[in-house]
């Protein structure tokens, strides 16, 4: 969590998992410039470098829009998750590269390294558009405007949209844009990613079509669709699962609805109800009972499948904390998100359909001292 602007924040596990995405990115490229090398020897190098960085910057992004409906699935996923932000903003540099390129090989100390490394890429943009009157960038929407046409579609505008798209991600891809722009207008600025995963996916494809002669490319895109479209359906249907409305066996004046047994839930974990149409976290700690809503307002984490630390309910995806009788942050974090009045009758909970405003002082319910013991 964060209260001002950051540039970078790092912490141990972040600088880990961030060498070994770097090293992972740098085999693969090796990988693939080498292997491509030694199959078809006569292809330019640069060619193979554009392809090599865009490329690794697509499957890049499968793995990132795979990462949110795994964790749905298992928890085991879920460090990944926490380092999405870093994957997600490398991914952009690798596709800035494929498109335009990179120089480095100005730098004077990289002429002392005992090995040579291709310090400089031409990218795309320039590869294909540099070779007449036009500047570059005219070049590349003037040059091809059949877009009435499937098989000579400019596959290069989606490549352009699907990068504007991963640009504006990156630029905001901060706690402290998440504050200023607001949870909702954030939430919807980055779920673009599906139109840029969309744009970018007829721009591999149609590049294959129009370029490649083998069909392998266009299998193997076709192939990633497939992937993201069902896991997020089957992680989808596991959500819808764990949204079954609780029935209301309380009297209807009552406003209060049961949610089970205080035996059902483990010390310092929460059972997720679904409530008035609402996900509620409904946590048993220190002999108490408290239920707030499900929701994170960081990312739209689910609180119910964190633990107390501190006293405080955390969020398993990035560590925002919670007071369990409030339903705020604690200072100086501002955050809050709605409790629920609970009650505890014998050995049952009932939860109140009514949410309380966000951050509202809210008693928690004591679990009977005879009860205590036994739950």
Known sequence: MSVAYKSIQWNRTKIIYDLLLLAAIAIYLFLFTWSAQQISPDLEMLGIQIRAFGSAAFILLHVILS?????????????????????????FFLGLIHAIG????????????PFKIPFKVTGALYWYHDFGDLDPIVSQFAGN??????????????????????????????????????????????MMVYVAYAALVGHVALGAIQTNRHPLLTVVVGLGLIWITVIHLIAALKERRGDQPIRNTA???????????????PNTR???????????????????????????????????????????????????????ETGASPPPFVESVPTFNVQVRGDRIFVS?????????????????ELEGQA
Request: proline share 9%.
């Open 102 to 113: 990179f120089n480095l090989s100005s730098l004077p100390l990289l002429d002392k390294l």
């Open 353 to 369: 359909t009514i949410p309380n405003p966000p951050g509202t002082q809210t008693p928690a319910a004591h679990i009977p001292p």
């Open 145 to 190: 405007t059949h877009y009435g046409s499937l098989v000579r579609f400019p596959f290069e505008t989606l490549g352009v949209i699907g990068l504007a798209i991963l640009f504006l991600m990156a630029i905001t891809s901060h706690d402290f844009w998440l504050a200023n722009l607001t949870a909702p207008i954030w939430k919807g600025l980055h």
């Open 270 to 324: 929460a059972k997720i109800v679904s409530v008035a149409g609402e996900r509620v976290a409904v946590f048993k700690y220190d002999g108490k009972v408290s239920a707030i809503s499900n929701v994170c307002q960081h990312q739209n984490g689910p609180l119910g499948e964190g633990k107390f630390i501190d006293g405080c309910i955390t969020c398993p995806w990035h560590g925002y904390q919670y007071l369990p």
């Open 67 to 91: 990462i949110g409906p795994l964790c749905r699935l298992n928890r085991k996923f879920l460090p990944l998750l926490y380092n999405r932000r870093h994957m997600g903003v490398t991914m």
């Open 251 to 265: 009297p209807a004046t009552d406003n209060f609805v049961e949610i089970g047994s205080i035996y059902d839930i």
